[in-house]
């Protein structure tokens, strides 16, 4: 992963990494096109299509490929700059989440059922991620503070999680129509930014418009045996 290190967050924990302009304006188009209109699931605060499938009650992934409009170009570089290089099964699901404004996710740890690499790629509005260290006695936190860090994620950028990060860390996104306070101090990579001026133009402010993840990552547990009684159900 010796290329990633120009793209590390240099204000995070270990390990994050921020690309600007991972893809372009064109092959973001044409990922948002093709995401199917009719597999959204809603829940109260966003809506989500997993792909191939959702995960099974013990957290398995029945194995079918990923459709190429999610792989190429996305994966194929991921693959060139060695993200997934020490993942059992490399990039074999992914989370379509879509947020409009006002809507976010709780914090939350993604946990035990993935290897602990996490690479997600932006569409649409940017929005702000905020990673807080996992703290285990509730009063320790308050006296010490636990650490946070604000992570503006741009469209077409990608971010990628792992190692402490992954494991000593939640993150989650404010359910707010606006963030505010973006500047130099408050945003972990600010230095790694495509587009500072347009925040600083707007005083600090990032209005919210409809934002799209997509969060690819290894499933641990992968069964074959179900991909084929159930092979029609792909996707
Ligand atoms: O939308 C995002 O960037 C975060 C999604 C997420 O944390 C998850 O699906 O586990
Ligand atoms: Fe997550």
Known sequence: M???????????????????????????????QSIPANRWVSLSHRRLQAVPARLTATNTLLASPLPTWLTV?????????????GSPHGVNHCLINEYLPAQGIMPHEDGGAYHPVVATVSL????????????????????????????LQEPRSLLVTTGAAYNDTLHGIADVTEDHDLNGHTVANWSLLGNKQFIEDHQGRNERTVRISLTYRDVKKVSRISSKLFGKAKG
């Not at 649409?124 to 992570?151: C, H, M, P, Y």
């Open 2 to 32: 010796g290329e990633m290190e120009q793209y590390r967050i240099p204000n995070a924990p270990a390990s994050m990494f921020y690309i600007h302009d991972f893809i372009t304006e064109e092959q973001e188009g044409t990922i948002r």
């Open 73 to 85: 170009p996305v994966v194929t570089r991921f693959n060139d700059l060695g993200i997934f290089e």
């Open 124 to 151: 649409g509005g940017s929005i702000v991620l905020d990673v807080t260290e996992k703290v285990q006695d509730a009063a320790a936190s308050n006296q010490d503070g636990a650490g946070s860090w604000r992570i």
